[in-house]
């Protein structure tokens, strides 16, 4: 380290292999991105006619950007939406789904920020549709988010007397006076550029994220009208609305955590196969599609122990429902999702209703709730 | 015969460090301005909200920079140039150049400052100046560097010791680092997301490979110095060097946890942040089993009790860092207000309480006049609270911050940012604190730089009665 040059070299080394990785590297694999449709075909190529994203900005949106960034707005407001397992940002309802390189290929400035003291902009232009609301929030942000700290910038407006075809009306309540806004040249590429602000496409390497307690209604409607046509035999698929109701409030419970929910998919998973070895299926399950009873002991108490589903041995721990959590499932939500169980996956048995429910746990009233089943104990008394 | 060839030196030195010490004192008055503006709209947005020059975003980037390149860069030129000369027992070479490359370097921060106020800046990070004052910036930035080199080459002793390698590298790295920024940014732009990473890369490793090696020789070289003994355990200071040389160029990417970039790249850099646990051990034991040896030294010695200070604020906070790196809980800190923190500790509780030990060493020593005691302590004092009560609201409000945005259903502004507000309102008055401690500290520079006017009357009538 004496000889000033093969420092000075060193040094550069340990710093070339970073600049190799992070600069060359990121710039052979991801700088030349192109656009691309929301989905490829069957031969991994773009169909044709398909229309392609993402779009390039629209002329007054693109001189915005450089408005934006003048301002500084950048040093509160993020533009990524991030990974699911990095955050939070999808269920927010930030985008539909997690931001990818090949969005930002067209902007003229990237401005991904770091920092979030206003909220993410990625979607503004899905969020917000109306641009006076923009204006608004432009011109003084507390007139239409009481509670904001964003700087007002009402240099970008001009304000007049009287109300007309080209102000923007701010009405202030405790006044009960307006005021009267023009907004500049600037304001209008501002907003033009919020407003463009969208990344509401799909793309072959990321599809929309579906939340998962979100309700598939179209799903819903096919499993319900199987039901209908099996079970009742009926010519329509017309289902009556009670039990539509407690099949989606049932789906909703499956895939829920608590409070309100029971995370049964968890372990038994969204397509109700389980996980073979660990967590015993419910999809096409004798236990499920079998005595009501039994299942509703379960629900409330749990079960442990050795079990055979299907000719499969299992051997683990459930926790029961109606046990004293944090907030136990009531009778009406335990009927809920075990109507929801069994008519979901192919399953298509009868219903279970709050007041069955409610009978199986007056009849076990003296059984403490933290006391599990085992399959013995069941299958003897079913006998 | 020594101590006059160490006077020989620091006469030599006088003037070039008496200059960058007084415009990085200047800068770091601008900074707390700025500072204490920002702060101040975040807890009232409609505070100077009618005049666009003051517009939150610009102020907290005119901040950053006249921080790091206004205070930071001079007391860098200052602090390398006087401990570089020193250890090679060498005069300072071409004092009128580095006055004029250091005039043109403060000129060019001012413009960029100015730029950046009237809303030119570019999105990049720490290279938010316009792109016009670079040239300028890069051209001042050579000749001070092959100056401070020219010293060190006609060095006496050949071997070097650990404050060298760091001073010279961070002098070294800081030219390299913007020559591929700009290459890529600018000369040869990329498209997309690819600049998103180049500028974090940069902009973190300013930090990192800049300012952070020139606090690290510092107190490489002022703990042996006052204590008059060596650093303990001192052959671990060529592997701490060799593992932030390799290390922290890798694992300033980690911020971009998550983002719309391939996964290898934050993936890199949290294995890498956590390695940094190996050279931030190896600086820690360097220092503190060194100064813990006879801390009554250290705490009776005003310089060191600054230095120590820093080194425990970068070891402590350092180490939270590399948590704040672990992807669950990045997850929740990662754009929250724990930025700043990270921020704020690294350029003020470690570097900037450095360079405070470090000028209040140099001064007395070039200009051969003390600085009193009680105004050193008062520095050292408010600066300490200051900042720690900077650093605990960032770290509290930003963990705040965190955790309510990870709760979709809280309401952005109403919840979550309202939670933040009390926090907002702390930094205001940390700041406020920090820059009266700021203004001491400029004071006490400059009355030790600038003669007073009496004395200067007395020396002319001196004179005056020698003639007559």
């Known amino acids: ?16 292999f970073a600049w190799l990785a992070f600069v060359v590297g990121a710039r052979v694999q991801f700088g030349d991105l192109s656009p691309i449709s929301e989905s490829l075909d ?54 539909k789904r997690p931001s990818m390189a090949r969005d930002y290929i067209y902007q003229k400035h990237v401005m991904l920020g770091n920092t979030r003291i206003g909220p993410d902009l990625t979607n503004l232009g899905t969020r917000i549709l109306d641009p006076e609301w923009l204006h608004k929030h432009l011109f003084e942000p507390q007139a239409v988010v009481p509670e904001s700290v964003c700087p007002p910038s009402p240099f970008l407006y001009e304000q007049q007397e009287f109300s007309s075809d080209h102000t923007i009306d701010l009405f202030d309540e405790e006044n009960n006076s307006s005021r009267h806004l023009i907004p500049s040249s600037r304001a ?16 072959p390497e990321m599809a929309f994220i579906e939340e998962p307690d979100a309700i598939d209604l179209e799903e819903i409607s096919t499993s319900v009208s199987d039901l209908a046509t099996n079970e009742m035999n009926l010519e329509s698929s017309a289902l009556p609305t009670w039990l539509s109701q407690q099949i989606t409030s049932g789906k909703e419970i499956y895939s829920k955590a608590l409070p309100g929910g029971g995370m049964c998919v968890a372990c038994h998973q969204q397509n109700g196969q389980g996980l073979p070895g660990a967590f015993p299926p ?58 929801y169980i069994r008519n979901e996956w192919g399953n298509s048995v009868s219903s279970i209703s709050p007041e069955e429910v409610k009978a199986v746990r007056d009849s076990e009233k003296d059984r403490e709730l933290t006391s599990m089943w085992t399959a013995a104990e069941l299958n003897n008394f079913d006998n | 015969m020594k101590e006059n060839s160490e006077q020989i030196i620091d006469k030599s030195l006088k003037l070039a460090v008496c200059f960058f010490i007084a415009s990085a004192g200047l800068w770091l008055l601008a900074a707390a301005f700025f500072a204490y503006i920002a702060s101040a709209k975040l807890t009232d947005p409609f505070f100077l909200s009618s005049f666009e020059l003051f517009t939150y975003g610009k102020i907290k980037l005119a901040q950053a920079n006249a921080f790091v390149y206004g205070w930071g860069g001079n007391s860098i030129f200052a602090v390398t140039l006087w401990v570089v000369a020193r250890l090679a027992q060498a005069e300072a070479r071409g004092k009128v150049l580095l006055l004029f490359a250091g005039s043109i370097w403060n000129l060019a921060i001012t413009f960029g400052l100015l730029g950046i106020l009237d809303g030119h800046m570019t999105p990049h990070e720490m290279l938010e100046m316009p792109v016009e004052v670079w040239p300028a910036l890069f051209l001042s930035y050579g000749i001070i560097a092959t100056l401070i080199i020219v010293v060190h080459r006609s060095r006496r002793i050949k071997d070097t010791i650990a404050p060298q390698w760091f001073l010279l590298a961070s002098l070294l790295w800081f030219p390299m680092l913007f020559l591929i920024a700009w290459n890529g940014l600018e000369i040869d732009a990329a498209r997309g997301t690819v600049q998103s990473v180049l500028s974090m890369w940069f902009g973190q490793n300013v930090i990192w490979l800049w ?65 940094m646990i190996f050279p931030i ?78 000028v209040y060493h140099m001064l007395p020593r070039i200009t051969g006049k003390e600085i009193a005691k009680s105004a050193k302590s008062f520095h050292f004092w408010t600066s300490a609270f200051g900042v720690l ?60 730089i600038i003669p007073s006017p009496f004395e200067l009357l007395n020396k002319l009538s001196l004179i005056k009665k020698g003639a007559t």
């Open chain 1, 282 to 339: 419910l999809a096409g399950s004798d236990w499920v599609l079998g005595d009501k009873e039994r299942l509703i002991k379960i629900s409330i108490h749990g079960l442990q122990g050795e079990i055979a589903v299907n000719g499969e041995k299992y051997v683990g721990v459930m926790q029961g429902f109606g046990q004293p959590l944090a907030s136990p499932l009531d009778d009406q939500q335990i009927a809920d999702v075990l109507t």
């Open chain 2, 389 to 448: 009560v900077l650093l605990l609201a960032y770290l509290i409000g930003g963990l705040t911050h965190g955790v309510l945005a990870q709760q979709p259903s809280l309401d952005w502004a109403s919840s979550v940012i309202s939670s933040v507000k009390p926090y907002f309102l702390i930094t205001e008055f940390a700041f406020i604190i920090l820059a009266f401690s700021q203004l001491v500290f400029v004071i006490n520079v400059w009355k030790a």
């Open chain 2, 211 to 275: 300012l952070t090696p020139v606090a690290l020789g510092s107190a490489y070289y002022i703990i042996p110095a006052i204590l008059g003994r060596p650093i303990d355990k001192y052959y671990l200071a060529v592997f701490g060097f060799w593992c932030i040389a390799s290390l922290a160029p890798w694992s300033v990417v980690h911020h971009l946890e998550g983002g719309p970039v391939p996964m290898w790249i934050p993936a890199i850099g949290t294995v890498m942040s956590i390695a």
């Open chain 1, 42 to 95: 069957e031969d991994n190529e773009i169909p044709e006619d398909a229309d392609l994203f993402p779009m390039p900005q629209p002329g007054l949106a693109e001189l915005g950007s450089s408005e934006y960034l003048a301002l500084g707005c950048s040093t509160c407001h993020t533009q990524q939406v991030r990974m699911v397992e990095s955050g939070f940002d999808v269920e927010r309802g930030w985008g």
């Open chain 2, 281 to 358: 051990a190896v600086a820690s034991t360097n220092f503190h089993a060194t100064a813990f040896q006879d801390i009554n030294k250290v705490w009776n010695s005003l310089p060191l009790r600054f230095v120590i200070f820093g080194t425990l604020s970068y070891t402590v906070s350092s180490y939270i860092g590399v948590v704040f790196s672990l992807p669950a809980v990045a997850k929740i800190t990662q754009f929250s207000i724990i930025n700043e923190f990270h921020f704020n500790q690294r350029v003020y509780g470690f570097f900037s309480m450095i360079i405070f030990g470090m």
């Open chain 1, 1 to 16: 380290m004496n000889n000033l040059l093969k420092f000075a070299v060193g040094i550069f080394l340990t710093l070339a």
């Open chain 1, 188 to 203: 209008t590429r501002i907003v033009a550029y919020l407003q463009s602000l969208k990344q509401d496409y799909e793309l």
